[in-house]
């Protein structure tokens, strides 16, 4: 199966740049609900994602004043670079599945591994369960077929 038909675009995905501002980084998160985004660089490399507790975790750690941080350090500074690996736009089902199993969502990637979009968990159960419908419909459908050659 391609991917692709999972595939949610760049475009309708809220990312964060990774030259924003750590107050930007949080705004962005705030304001699309979510709690960890694909951080994106200007000319649109996947660097990583990042999450509430990546920024939480930083301002725990540090001794700068509040102000400062949030102003002044940058989004890529906090990126986990090595978390929630992307997969290639290629890719096959099984590859895509062992990612799945682990993070919410997969970052999609083309072979300049700039960021095409991202597929969700919820994308993957959901076709999944929708070929299982469709499968159990065609073997009851088969069933009848059966019932009705008996019945001649």
Same mark, same amino acid.
């Given at each position: 199966?391609? *991917?692709?038909?999972? *595939?949610?675009?760049?475009n309708?995905?809220?990312?964060?740049? !990774?030259?924003d501002?750590?107050?930007?980084?949080? !705004?962005?998160?705030?304001t699309?609900?979510y709690?960890? !985004?694909?951080?994106?660089?200007r /000319?649109?490399?996947?660097?990583?994602?990042?999450?509430?507790?990546?920024?939480?975790?930083?301002?725990?750690?540090?001794?700068?004043?509040? /102000?400062? &941080?949030?102003?002044?350090?940058?989004?890529?500074?906090?990126?986990?670079?090595?978390?929630?690996?992307?997969?290639? &736009?290629? !890719?096959t089902?099984?590859?895509l599945?062992?990612?799945?199993?682990?993070?919410?969502?997969v970052?999609?990637?083309?072979?300049?591994?700039?960021f095409?979009? &991202?597929?969700?968990?919820q994308?993957?159960?959901?076709?999944?369960?929708?070929?299982?419908?469709?499968?159990k419909?065609?073997?009851?459908?088969?069933? *009848?077929?059966?019932?009705?050659?008996?019945?001649?």
């Amino acid at each position: 199966m391609n *991917l692709l038909f999972l *595939l949610k675009p760049k475009n309708s995905v809220d990312f964060i740049y !990774a030259d924003d501002s750590m107050r930007k980084g949080l !705004a962005k998160l705030r304001t699309s609900g979510y709690t960890a !985004a694909p951080v994106v660089t200007r /000319e649109g490399k996947y660097m990583g994602t990042v999450t509430e507790g990546d920024f939480l975790w930083y301002l725990h750690d540090t001794t700068e004043p509040l /102000e400062e &941080i949030v102003n002044e350090v940058y989004v890529e500074q906090i990126t986990r670079e090595n978390w929630n690996q992307p997969v290639h &736009i290629s !890719a096959t089902m099984d590859e895509l599945l062992e990612l799945v199993l682990n993070q919410n969502f997969v970052p999609v990637v083309d072979d300049r591994n700039l960021f095409v979009g &991202i597929i969700t968990r919820q994308s993957v159960i959901r076709h999944f369960v929708d070929r299982i419908k469709k499968l159990k419909h065609q073997v009851e459908e088969q069933n *009848l077929d059966e019932k009705e050659g008996e019945n001649k």
